[in-house]
């Protein structure tokens, strides 16, 4: 992972445009391909972003843009899409690489786990003609906890969480547009399946378009003598 401290200023065009004004940020180049812009604030979530498949080249400013101070250009160019994003650095403050090595992945906590082998057996508590395609369907940015198709056929990405929150919606969000960038795939929707959703996680997800399911444990795991649902 290479991480950058620059003055720099950001544009992106592709199925919007979006402009970040000259300020000091935090770049970082994964090894994947990937690269995101930071800022000093706003939680994890980047500024902006390009995820892989995708290829960075360093370049010479233009005129135009030596006049106005910028030193190095970063043009990032998605390999599927018209999608780039241009980083115009003025000053770098800081430059430096890591190796992290193959990280393990993220270890789900108990009760997740068996919430997602369950609903994987007894996927049709999402509804009618509802089939299981596999668990732990891996993105560039990490795994879907179910990948399913619905009664039409379409393709459904299961988030699953104990308690959901907002941080579960974004995390969603996210692979579902990698994903719908995918012709295979797309168009693909998502359900946010939680023992508990909160309100604010609830309202955003529905926003934007996420279906959220109420999990019930002890009725997924045949507990009672009621037939399996979900509310």
């Known amino acids: 992972m290479r991480l950058v401290i620059a003055r720099c200023s950001v544009d992106y065009d592709g199925r919007l445009s979006a402009h970040l004004p000259l300020a000091t940020r935090l770049l970082m180049v994964k090894a ?3 690269v995101l812009v930071h800022s000093d604030g706003g939680s994890y979530k980047p ?8 290829a960075m080249a360093e370049l010479a400013p233009e005129a135009d843009e030596l006049a106005d101070g910028v030193r190095i250009v970063w043009n990032v160019q998605h390999a599927k899409s018209e999608d780039r994003l241009r980083v115009r650095i003025h000053e770098i403050l800081h430059d430096s690489s890591h190796d992290l090595g193959v990280d393990p992945g993220l270890v789900k906590d108990g009760v997740e786990a068996h919430l997602q082998k369950l609903l994987a057996e007894h996927i049709h508590t999402l509804g009618e003609g509802y089939a299981l395609v596999r668990r732990e ?31 579960g919606v974004e995390q969603l969000s996210r692979y ?25 996680a609830r309202t955003l997800a529905e926003d934007r378009g996420i279906r959220c399911v109420i999990l019930d444990y002890d009725e997924l795991r045949g507990i009672d003598n009621s037939e399996h649902r979900l509310f």
Not at 47 to 54: E, S
């Open 47 to 54: 500024l902006n972003w390009m995820t892989p498949p995708c």
């Open 137 to 167: 369907y891996m993105t560039p940015i990490g795994p879907v906890d179910i990948l399913a198709r619905d009664g039409a056929g379409l393709t459904v990405a299961v988030e699953i969480k104990r308690r959901g929150e907002i941080d």
């Open 176 to 200: 579902l547009e990698l994903m719908n960038r995918d012709p295979h795939l797309a168009p693909v929707s998502g359900i946010f399946a939680a023992q508990q959703i909160k309100p604010q």
């Open 32 to 34: 994947d391909g990937s």
